[in-house]
Structures are given as C-alpha cells and as structure tokens.
C-alpha cells in the first residue's frame, strides 16, 4: 500500500529572476506526488523570504541560509521535516549544499554539474556512500520518453554492436562580449570560482556526454578535445568540439558551443550500430527516427503504441499531444520522488522509478568536463579519462 502523503522537498536556490529553479517546481508539482515545504531561495535573506511567501510556505520555513535550513530541518519531527533538498545554485554551491544535507539526513537531488570539480565529486560519493541516502542529479535529456525508448533500443540490440555516436547541442547566447554584465546567469558561469574549469562543457557539453552515455549505456574512455574561448578576451571557454571513443568500442564526436549566434538549444543525438541508427532532435523530442539497414526508415512517437514500458512510463498524454522540457524534468522529480516512497514503504524502486541519472554519471561528468579541459591543453592527440575507483568497488 502506497504511504498517505506527499514527499517533502526544500529547496536550496531557484529564487526570483533564476533560470531553472521555477522550471524545477513546476516539474515538482507536476504530478502530485511532491509538496514544497521549506526553502533558502538567495542568499539574500529578504529576497528569499519574499519569494516564500509567494509560494505559501510557512514564515518560518523560510531559511536565511542553507547551514540553517538543515539544521532546522533536521530538529522537526520526521512527520514534518523535509525528506530532500532540491539543489538549484550555481555550481559552486552544490558540493556544499548536498554534504550539509547527507549529513543532516537529507537525501538530494541536485541540478548538474554535480559539484564543481572532479575532487569535489570524489568527496560527494564519499558522503553518499557514508548517509546511505539518495542521490540523484537532474540531467534533463534523458528525462524525455524518446531517450528511453532510444536507450532500450540499443539496449535490446535493436541497433547491433553501437559504432558511431554524433551528438550536439549549439547555443547561441554567450555569442557577444560583456554579456556577463547584462546576464546573470552568464555572470556566473564565466566565472572559474562559481562555474568550475570549463563554462562551455560543464554547461551544456556535460549534458551531451551525459545522453550519449546514456543512450548507449557505455561510458566515455577516451578523448580528444579542443576548446576555445571564440570571444575575445574571454577566459572560460564557449566552445568544444571533442572526438570521443566509448568502453564498448564505439567512436563519437560530441560538440558543444555557446557562440553559435542564432541558435536557442539545438540539441540533437545520432547512435548508429550495425543494424541501423537512430535520431532524436530536441526541437521535435516526441519523435524518435529509426533507420535501419535493410528496411524503410520509421517514425517512433511518444505516446504511440511502439514505446517500450520505460518510455512509456515516461508519458502522460496520449500521442500527439506534446510533451516537452517540463515534462522530461518532471519524469526525473517523479522517479526520484518514487525511489523516496519506495525507501518509507521499505519495498525496491521500480524500472522506472530508478532510472534516475546519479551518483555514477556524476562522477563521469566530473571526470568528463575536467578531462576536456586537461586534454584541451595538451599535446598529446588522444587522452585517456582516469579510472573512478568507487565506480568500480560500487559494480564489483
Ligand atoms: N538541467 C538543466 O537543464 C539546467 C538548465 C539550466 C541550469 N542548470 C543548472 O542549474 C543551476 C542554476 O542555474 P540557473 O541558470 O538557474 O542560475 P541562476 O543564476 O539563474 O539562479 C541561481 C539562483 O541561486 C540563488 N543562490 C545563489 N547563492 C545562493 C545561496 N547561498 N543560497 C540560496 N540561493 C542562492 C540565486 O539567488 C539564484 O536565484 C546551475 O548549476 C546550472 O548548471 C541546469
């Protein structure tokens, strides 16, 4: 029997004039499964108690600060305190936010880049490993029922052995110099101290190295990249272009660029194994485009009644109703959301409500953007990504 009541979330930044966090309680909301019951939205105290009050959270539920959010939070009875913090800061603040939360009991579920260094991330997994709790990392993509589908596919053979993976996601909104001074989202993350190593890959890159892994289901091992900060007098990059080869063989080339004027989010993914290939467009993401060798290309769509139960898990509509960027996040706040349920009613998440990316593709995103940036900067044409121990203790 399902327990009588919501899953309680704080959450730490997301306050007003913020890019995600509003798109991050809508997707909480989404389904009813989720009450948002505490928060530290700034780090301007007033700022923060404005916003909740807003949102008709109680008075004094309304952190000045996200030390004082988990210590408070942690006093209240377990019928009343938070189960997970929702991380929407710049990236600097994530590793911090998240260990203060383990440590209190929190489980978290954090926007990406998970932390903002590979070391920071070696840390996370330590904490993790020691709470016992859940970590989960909101990489939108492969929140999309399409991706699913794409990744059951390959999964079921469908594709044969996966040989070529082409994925890109151009933007075009950090094309003019000074933005940072209009921008405040671009003020950050041209930052090194608030953004981490690289602002091009740890964005947007990070995401497209994350669905080809995902897609896949085989991890990034080698690369050879080139980065560049195309406006002048910029010391963060914003743009990447970087061949990759995959653990199961496959070879890739993944690029990812902000300065790429006039494009909006331009994310696409091709997979081609032996037996054919797929294609998911962002601009279209209900539609999936499977083409094989030997027979006619096909038309996959969200909703239809060729998904796979993960995809269609995935799906609230029936098809031709489209389902977009706050549904895909939506999939994640739910699924996560299930695995707390799962935890108080002491039973083993479902598929779907595992499929969450976490603790794993964190520390691949971290090795990811840090190895972009070394192998950038060196000579050497091809660099190989170091090992990640816990991965390996973890599987073993
Ligand atoms: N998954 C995705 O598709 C996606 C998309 C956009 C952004 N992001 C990630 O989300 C995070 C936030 O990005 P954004 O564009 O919304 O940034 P933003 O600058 O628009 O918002 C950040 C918010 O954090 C708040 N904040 C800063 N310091 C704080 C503190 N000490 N305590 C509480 N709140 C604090 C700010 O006041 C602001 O409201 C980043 O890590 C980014 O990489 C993910």
């Known amino acids: 029997m399902s327990s ?4 309680r979330m704080g959450m730490v930044g997301g306050g007003p004039g ?18 948002l019951v ?9 700022v923060s108690r404005r916003l909740g009050r807003e949102l008709f959270l109680a008075t004094e539920r309304c952190y000045a600060s996200f030390e004082d959010m988990m210590e408070r939070e ?8 938070m189960d997970f913090v929702a991380v929407v800061t710049p990236n600097d603040l994530h590793f911090p936010v998240a260990r203060l939360a383990l440590q209190h009991g929190f489980h978290v579920l954090s926007d990406k880049p998970a932390t903002l260094n590979f070391s920071e991330a070696e840390q996370l997994a330590q904490c993790v490993k020691e709470s016992g709790l859940l970590y989960g990392l909101t990489y939108t993509y492969a929140g999309y029922p399409m991706i699913k589908q794409a990744r059951d596919m390959v999964r079921e053979g469908g594709l044969g052995r996966v040989r070529k993976v082409l994925v890109e996601y151009p933007q075009g909104w950090l094309s003019q110099a ?12 041209l930052d090194p101290a608030r953004s981490g ?21 085989s991890a990034i091992n080698a690369i050879c990249a080139d980065l560049g900060a195309v406006v002048e007098s910029r010391e963060m990059d914003d743009d990447a272009t970087i061949l990759l080869r995959f653990e199961n063989g496959a070879r890739g080339v993944l690029i990812a660029s902000q300065i790429c004027a006039g494009e909006e989010n331009n994310l696409k993914i091709r997979v081609y194994g032996e037996a054919g290939g797929l294609e998911w467009n962002h601009t279209d993401p209900n539609t999936l485009l499977f083409k094989p060798l030997d027979r006619n290309a096909q038309i996959i769509r969200a909703g239809g009644p060729e998904m796979t139960p993960l995809a269609a898990a995935n799906c609230r509509t029936p098809g031709g109703h489209p389902e977009g960027y706050l549904e895909a996040f939506a999939n994640h706040y739910r699924n996560f959301a299930g695995q707390v349920r ?10 779907s409500e595992a499929d969450v990316p976490g603790l ?3 520390l691949r995103g971290m090795r990811f953007i840090e190895s972009a940036v070394k192998a950038s900067a060196s000579e050497q044409k091809w660099y190989s990504l170091p090992d990640i121990p816990f991965l390996q203790e973890s599987t073993s």
């Open 4 to 7: 009588p009541r919501k899953i």
């Open 74 to 81: 942690a006093q209240l009875s377990p019928d009343e305190r």
């Open 360 to 362: 794993p593709d964190a």
């Open 38 to 46: 505490c928060g530290v939205f700034s780090s301007k105290p007033e």
């Open 18 to 35: 913020s890019m995600i966090g509003p798109i991050h309680r809508a997707a909480a909301n989404l389904d009813g499964q989720i009450e």
């Open 342 to 351: 799962a935890r108080l009613e002491n039973r083993a998440p479902t598929e």
């Open 178 to 189: 000074g933005i940072e001074d209009e921008s405040k989202q671009a003020e950050w993350r």
């Open 197 to 217: 190593a690289s602002t091009c890959v740890g964005d947007i890159g990070s995401h497209a190295a994350h669905l080809g892994e995902y897609v896949t289901g």
